[in-house]
């Protein structure tokens, strides 16, 4: 069993849905999620960064960590064409060993 | 004014033959990664560097060697390359180590025929 699943997908949306994504992880020393999107043939972009259990807002996208599940998600609203790409999951532990796990990314696509 | 660079975009070489892919940051981080990406988009870290020193070797073949000869670039040489050496390469760096805001590069795109 991976350490993160994430669903591949793909995922089609018309534009102007609630898009939601999500993730789970077995490790309970994670301490750290983040949402990276990549659009095709590009780097990793930071989309999100949350600390434990919570809510996170920016814009028209949302965080959230439930640590208790084991669970983390990213709303996205309104969602654009602009918005498709793959979305990638990432937590890590606290401490000084702090590396980064991926999940295998979630492919979306926005249809005008 | 770009973050992370990466040199070359992609490169085609033959099995056997030796490459370098060449990382810049110019953001005052000190830390950088190299990962590995592979078809199915499973992102993979392979080293880290802090200041210079090597902290995360992961299990990959000793036929890639990263060199930093200063805190703004990570080097990564591959000798010998093989078919399963395909991929994209993607180099990042952070603030500081394991920080989870990493700034990822354009990636370099490998394939070893």
């Known amino acids: 069993q991976k350490e993160v699943e994430q669903d591949p997908g793909p995922l089609s949306v018309p534009e102007g849905a609630i898009v939601s994504l999500n993730c789970t992880y077995s490790?309970?020393?994670?301490?750290?999620f983040m949402w990276y999107r990549q659009y095709s043939r590009k780097g990793p972009e930071l989309l999100m960064y949350?600390?434990?259990?919570g809510n996170k807002e920016d814009g028209r996208f949302t965080a959230q960590v439930d640590k208790s599940s084991k669970y983390i998600s990213l709303f996205i609203r309104d969602s654009q064409p602009s918005d498709s790409a793959t979305y990638l999951c990432?937590?890590?532990?606290?401490?000084?060993?702090?590396?980064?796990?991926f999940g295998s990314g979630t492919q979306l696509t926005v249809l005008p | 004014d770009t973050a992370v660079s990466q040199t070359p975009k992609y490169l085609v070489t033959q099995m056997g033959n030796d490459k370098s892919i060449k990382c810049e940051q110019n953001?005052?981080?000190?830390?950088m990664y190299w990962y590995k990406q592979d078809s199915k988009k499973f992102l993979k870290i392979m080293f880290s560097?802090?200041?210079?020193?090597?902290?995360i070797n992961e299990t990959v073949p000793n036929r890639f060697s990263p060199k930093s000869p200063d805190k703004a670039h990570l080097n990564l040489h591959i000798n010998s390359l093989e078919l399963g050496d395909s991929a994209v390469y993607f180099c990042a760096s952070s603030p500081q180590f394991g920080g989870g805001e990493q700034f990822f590069g354009p990636g370099t795109r490998l394939t070893v025929l």
């Open positions: 560097y802090n200041n210079k020193e090597l902290i």
């Open positions: 490790n309970s020393a994670f301490q750290y």
């Open positions: 990432a937590m890590s532990p606290s401490g000084s060993a702090r590396q980064l796990t």
């Open positions: 953001l005052g981080h000190d830390t």
């Open positions: 949350t600390y434990s259990s």
